[in-house]
């Protein structure tokens, strides 16, 4: 049974999509105090264009990077930096994915799943790449559940945990809000987001390289020309 709220359906489905949305709306997502989280991150993008003084840079890692950023904090609450091994295996897991979904794989996986499972090839690799995802959100779940039970809930997993801990959730043999869940709908926002954002902005960066008049009106303060807006779920 897929869980999480990119490829479950029915019921749970909705419960993760209606829970995710209210958590996301709690958390400032659609609201000024989440413009200036994403204009806090992108000033910093900024600064590390500037720092490269006109030349050539491949911008792929450090976009990727600026976006998982700002869903990371949602999520989990800190921030990564380019170093972190974390964010690097992050980045790799999905390349990974990314690459078996535009692949002759992908429509074998979803037609003979069981007879996939016994065989080589990219989908195996796929999976591994789910499976680091999933490890990396349950590892940050683990430490959420650790924390004092006093405190304020801050980020999106701890509004999921008070959420599981009430009765209603408890007591419902039917309700899919349970840990298995958390960490799949953490893993399909972030995916989700990530690819999506970073590879607009890469678009963006590209036509911006090689129109210069419309950097030119952009740095004049015409923002009709280079207005990105996020609109999430
Ligand atoms: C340029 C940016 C984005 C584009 C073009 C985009 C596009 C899409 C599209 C076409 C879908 C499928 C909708 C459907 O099946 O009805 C989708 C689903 C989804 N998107 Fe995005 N998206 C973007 C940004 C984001 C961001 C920033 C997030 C989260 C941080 C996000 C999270 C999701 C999730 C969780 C789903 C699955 C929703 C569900 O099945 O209920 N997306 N997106």
New binding site residues.
């Given amino acids: 049974m897929p869980s999480g709220?990119?490829f479950s359906n029915g019921h749970a489905?909705k419960q993760q999509?209606r829970l995710?949305q209210v958590t996301l709306a709690k958390l400032g997502v659609g609201k000024r105090i989440m413009e200036d989280k994403i204009e806090d991150e992108a000033q910093q993008l900024v600064e590390i264009f500037a720092s490269k003084k006109g030349k050539p840079f491949d911008p792929t890692l450090i976009i990727t990077n600026s976006v998982s950023n700002v869903?990371h904090a949602l999520m989990f609450g800190h921030r990564w930096s380019l170093e972190d091994l974390h964010f690097n295996k992050l980045v790799k897991a999905i390349e990974y994915t990314m690459h078996f979904g535009v692949s002759i794989f992908y429509v074998l996986y979803e037609l003979f799943p069981s007879l996939m499972e016994r065989l080589p090839g990219l989908h195996k690799k796929a999976l591994e790449a789910t499976e680091i995802l999933l490890s990396l959100s349950k590892e940050e779940i683990q430490k959420h559940k650790e924390q004092e039970p006093t405190l304020e809930p801050r980020v999106f997993i701890d509004y999921y945990l008070l959420e599981m801990g009430k009765d209603k959730n408890k007591n419902d043999p039917t309700s899919a809000v349970d840990e298995e869940n958390l960490a799949h709908t953490i893993h399909?926002?972030f995916f989700?987001?990530l690819e999506?954002?970073s590879t607009?902005l890469k678009w963006g960066v590209l036509i911006l390289a090689n129109r210069p008049d419309v950097q030119d009106k952009n740095h004049q303060g015409d923002r009709r020309c280079f207005g990105f807006r996020?609109y999430?779920?």
């Fill in positions: 709220v990119g489905w999509r995710a869903t399909d926002i989700a987001g999506s954002t607009v996020f999430l779920l």
